[in-house]
């Protein structure tokens, strides 16, 4: 239940089709994947950064914090000096995770100066709460992407399937944004969604003149859709 999947600087790890849970102990966490990178190295560059691949049906599942773009002490701190890892879902799940992924407090920049998206991306990916939600904490954040810009929601789906199972302000939030800005498209497909959660998106001190996009996404039955606490210029 204290095993770690740990992408180290520089390494690729590639789940094609393939579920990382703790099924095997039904009421048991495992801590998940971490990803770790180097802060310093603005390039986001492989060699620098771990890199984790999820492909074809392949599901993070049951986890403390389903992937981290970190290094995590035993303790639960965060070295500083290791973020910057990348994250990319094509067709794939995190089910049932207390916090779904996490990518925060780094910055790519070009060789101008200027500064570019991070290369995080999650590409029609679900973001699951099911019957088989283990004992113990609520669901939490699926998504939260922190001190960071660009990262891509791009049709991407939020859903707890057993809303009755907790508080209404347990259920869960979509994506929590915090100094982040981030994109969410969903081209009007119905699938695309925001359900029964406590909040669709919570985003928080967006840096004065960035925005972030939600475009073509449905929001359904949440206690709340979107909360913005600090954009200026919305």
């Known amino acids: 239940d204290n095993a770690k999947i740990i992408v180290r600087r520089g390494g690729r790890l590639i789940m094609n089709n393939t ?36 492909t ?3 599901v993070i599942e049951n986890a403390v914090v389903g992937t981290w773009c970190a290094r995590e002490h035993t303790n639960g701190t965060v070295d500083p000096a290791y ?15 207390i916090s779904g992924v996490r990518v925060e407090t780094y910055h790519r ?15 029609n990916t679900a973001f699951r709460t099911t019957s088989g939600w283990p004992a113990g904490p609520a669901p939490f954040r699926h998504a939260q992407v ?7 929601f791009i049709n991407c789906n939020w859903v707890n399937e057993i809303p009755l199972s907790f508080p209404v302000t347990q259920r869960g939030r979509g994506i929590v944004s915090r100094r982040a800005p ?10 695309n969604r925001f359900e029964n959660l ?24 949440n206690f709340k859709g979107v909360v913005d606490m600090g954009t200026r210029d919305a």
Do not use: K
Not at 83 to 97: D, E, I
Not at 109 to 123: C, I, K, P, R, Y
Not at 182 to 191: K, P, S, Y
């Open 19 to 54: 579920t990382a849970t703790s099924i095997e102990c039904p009421d048991a966490r495992w801590p998940g994947v971490r990803v770790e990178g180097t802060t310093a190295e603005l390039a986001q560059s492989g060699t620098a950064q771990g890199r984790f691949w999820l």
């Open 56 to 58: 074809n049906g392949s």
């Open 83 to 97: 973020y910057g890892g990348m994250v990319r879902s094509f067709s794939s799940t995190y089910r049932n995770c």
């Open 109 to 123: 920049f070009s060789n101008m100066g200027v500064e570019l998206d991070n290369l995080s991306l999650f590409s």
């Open 146 to 152: 922190a001190d960071c810009t660009g990262v891509s």
């Open 182 to 191: 981030f994109r969410c498209v969903g081209f009007m497909n119905a699938n």
């Open 198 to 221: 406590e909040v669709g998106a919570l985003v928080m001190q967006m840096p004065v003149g960035q925005l972030y996009t939600m475009d073509g996404m449905t929001f359904h039955n």
